[in-house]
C-alpha cells in the first residue's frame, strides 16, 4: 500500500523531447503560502483587535465583565472559519501545485479547481529575481521578454503582486530558495550560450559567424512549444 503524502509532484502533461532534461521540481510550502500569500497572520491581528473592542465596548457601555467576555466572544467563531478557509485554500494550492526546472524551459502546474499547465521556453525568460523569506524559503519571479504577456488572474496566486500591466510568473514560497533561484539563472545562462551564435575560427572569412548544430536553438523541438503556452484540463 502506498503511504500518504500530503504533496507529490504531478506528472507533466507530456514525456519532455530528446535532448531535455529536468534540473529541479518543487512547489510551494504550506504554512510559508498561508503567512506570505494569504495572510493569515494579518487576519489573525485583524481578529484579535475586532475581539478586544467588542470586549472593551460592551465593558464601557456599563456592562459586567462576563458581558464584556460574552460579546468578545461572539467574534472567535467568524474569526476560526476565516482563518480556516485561508489554512485550507493554502493548503490545496500546495497540493495542486509543481514548479518544474528543465534544461529548456520553466514549467507551471496549478490550479484548484481547473488544472492548467503553464511552458515557458528559457527564450522567453530575460531574467529571474529571488526575494528570501527568514525560514530559507522565497519567492523566484522572472520577467517575460518581448512581447509576451499572460494575464495576471490567469497566473494567481503563481504571479509577481501588483504587477498586472506586466505580469511576472513567480515560484511562490519554495524550499531552498536560493539554491533553486542559482539553478534557474545557471539554466538561463546556458540557454542564452547555447543561442549565442558561434565565433569563427582564426582564418574562416569574416562575417562567416555558423551556429554550433548540437547546441543551436535557433530551430525548436516540435514538441517544445515555441511561444509561452497556458492549457487547461477539467479537474
Not at 52 to 58: D, I, S, V
Not at 92 to 119: D, E, K
Not at 171 to 179: C, G, I, P, S, T
Amino acid at each position: 500500500m502506498t503511504p500518504f503524502r500530503p504533496w507529490a509532484p504531478r506528472p507533466l502533461p507530456e514525456a519532455l523531447p530528446d535532448g531535455e532534461t529536468i534540473l529541479w521540481r518543487g512547489g510551494p510550502l504550506a504554512w510559508p503560502l498561508a503567512v506570505h500569500v494569504f495572510h493569515v497572520r494579518k487576519v489573525a491581528v485583524y481578529f484579535a483587535a475586532v475581539v478586544l473592542w467588542f470586549g472593551t465596548a460592551t465593558y464601557l457601555d456599563g456592562g459586567s465583565l462576563v458581558d464584556a467576555v460574552v460579546a468578545a466572544l461572539w467574534v472567535v467563531p467568524l474569526a476560526l472559519a476565516a482563518l480556516g478557509i485561508l489554512g485550507l485554500f493554502a493548503l490545496l494550492v500546495r497540493r495542486t501545485t509543481t514548479y518544474t526546472i528543465t534544461s529548456r524551459r520553466l514549467i507551471l502546474q496549478y490550479g484548484v479547481a481547473f488544472p492548467m499547465t503553464l511552458n515557458l521556453p528559457f527564450k522567453h525568460i530575460g531574467a529571474a529575481a529571488l526575494r528570501l523569506y527568514r525560514d530559507g524559503s522565497g519567492d523566484i519571479p522572472v520577467t517575460l521578454t518581448g512581447g509576451t504577456k499572460i494575464a495576471y488572474p490567469v497566473l494567481w496566486p503563481h504571479a509577481r503582486p501588483w504587477r498586472l500591466k506586466k505580469t511576472e510568473p513567480m515560484l511562490r514560497v519554495v524550499a531552498d530558495a536560493q539554491e533553486v533561484a542559482a539553478l534557474l539563472a545557471g539554466a538561463l545562462k546556458t540557454s542564452i550560450a547555447e543561442r549565442a551564435p558561434a565565433v569563427a575560427p582564426p582564418g574562416d572569412e569574416p562575417g562567416a559567424a555558423t551556429r554550433d548544430p548540437s547546441t543551436s536553438a535557433a530551430t525548436p523541438d516540435t514538441e517544445t512549444p515555441d511561444r509561452p503556452s497556458a492549457s487547461s484540463a477539467a479537474a
